[in-house]
């Protein structure tokens, strides 16, 4: 079957950085997303990998080895505002997205 | 309209009833996309359509139907709502099926 893990919660100070992990299991691979997830919102786009290697973008970077099976997201400086849930996504071979239960991750002062 | 828009954004709805979910959206993508997000489960694809005129079967489609007239509307239909059926329904599109998608706001069903 396919599988995607991720810890279900993390908790960061204000102004650090969090790594949040991603094992994935699937049907091919066709890429690897991650999203954002505000309590009582849609998801947003943050980063989308394909191939081996990190991405980075502003404070968020993500990091992804197709040999392993593996991805992390990465955010720097912390802000109270990136409390929210992170959702690890891999698209497979039908290019349908797989979704990981998602981490919540709660910044506190 | 910017982006997608999703209606009702909450409903109550008695087992046994009809419902429809809207979801429009105005970026002309050709993919179209329902979800449903439960309690500790990851987004849970229902329906999905790669262009106007065709639709296909997600992981979980059984109870609920689709239909794609035009590029912009995206209709999910639960014909005879169950309890399981309550959740959070999230429509998205992508410009097509390789490309990012994006979400509308969501709709929150609670079935009794």
């Known amino acids: 079957g396919q599988n995607i893990d991720q810890p279900t919660e993390m908790t960061a100070t204000e102004g650090a950085i969090v790594q949040i992990n991603c094992t994935y299991q699937?049907?091919?691979?066709?890429?690897l997303f991650w999203y954002q997830q505000h309590a009582g919102e849609a998801p947003t786009f943050l980063s989308y990998n394909v191939l081996d290697g990190l991405e980075e973008k502003g404070r968020f970077s993500s990091f992804l080895s197709r040999s392993k099976g593996y991805s992390y997201l990465l955010l720097k400086e912390l802000q109270m505002k990136d409390s929210a849930s992170y959702l690890c996504a891999v698209r497979d071979s039908n290019y349908q997205l797989i979704w990981g239960a998602g981490t919540k991750l709660i910044i506190k002062p | 309209i910017a982006g997608i828009t999703q209606a009702p954004t909450s409903q109550i709805l008695a087992a046994g009833r009809r419902m429809t979910l809207r979801c429009t959206q105005d970026?002309?993508?050709?993919?179209m996309y329902w979800y449903r997000q439960d309690l500790g489960l990851g987004l849970r694809l229902i329906h999905y359509s790669n262009t106007a005129g065709t639709t296909g079967k997600g992981e979980v489609p059984d109870g609920y139907s689709v239909s794609r007239a035009n590029t912009d509307d995206f209709p999910l239909t639960l014909a005879s709502a169950v309890p399981s059926q309550t959740s959070v329904y999230f429509c998205?599109?992508?410009?097509?099926?390789?490309?990012?998608?994006?979400f509308g706001p969501g709709t929150r069903l609670t079935v009794l």
């Open positions: 970026m002309r993508h050709n993919a």
């Open positions: 699937t049907s091919g691979f066709n890429g």
């Open positions: 998205a599109s992508s410009d097509n099926e390789a490309d990012t998608q994006y």
